[in-house]
């Protein structure tokens, strides 16, 4: 998993040790953020919004 600020800058690279691997936002400010999930079949994107 990688996740990104919303102008492409990559933020942390995540290993996902299963299907549920938490994400620790805490040192990023408020804002919107990208993850994308590199799968062997596909990859997923998602916008995390943190308040």
Request: aromatic residues 10%; hydrophobic residues 40%.
């Amino acid at each position: 998993m990688l996740l990104f600020t919303p102008d492409g800058k990559k933020l942390k690279s995540i290993s996902a040790q299963s299907d549920r691997t938490p994400i620790d936002l805490s040192p990023y400010p408020a804002g919107w953020y990208l993850l994308k999930i590199i799968a062997e079949t596909k990859n997923i994107e998602f916008k995390i919004i943190k308040q």
